[in-house]
């Protein structure tokens, strides 16, 4: 059980207060299972066993929360002894946005190794809807192209679970497709227009 905490910790675990923190079972801030497929309940305790054996021990961990999604954060557990009481620190840094930035590196490696080594564009886009898949949301995904010469969309993939590949159409602003690629309306996704999913806790907790 918890023996103390931080305002750190309240916030990134999102209770409403220490009391109501401390008043949980740790077991209720872990998924049943850990991303390698093993309980978070048998982890721990090798966690915390090696913690024990060693001195220290730093691992990364899944944890979550009552009202929010799993996140995920790099954990540091110290053992020391309080008077007669044999404890253990926990260190906590949510690593949201870092994991995050793996990720989306590694996808635009991934996309760009699509771009070279798939022989036609269809083969590309579905490659690249399978890239994406991985990092966000993407059951349904559709790659559109704009022939302006002609004032035309074309939709060349589609991957869509309830609806077909959409048909041509004229470029026209009733389409949230001709409205995003008109030329006087382009839009260009940066880091600054992209939402952070970083959890807004302190840094560390303990």
Known sequence: QFADCNQAAVDMLRCADKS????QHPAQFSP???PDGRLSSEKADDMIATAMRVGSHRFEWVH????CADFPV???LTPVIVGDQQLIIGTLRDITQQVLDQKTQA???QISEAAHSTSTLVEMFGRIHQILGDLLPARNFF???CDQPRDELTFPYSGDENDSAPES????DCTPSGRRLRPARGRAVTPERV???RHPASPRAD
């Open 20 to 23: 109501a923190l401390l008043a």
């Open 74 to 76: 790099e954990i540091l």
């Open 107 to 109: 996808a635009l490696h």
């Open 64 to 67: 979550c929360s009552e009202h």
């Open 169 to 172: 159409r004229k470029l026209h």
């Open 195 to 197: 939402p952070s999913q």
């Open 32 to 34: 049943q299972f850990q």
């Open 143 to 145: 790659v559109t192209l």
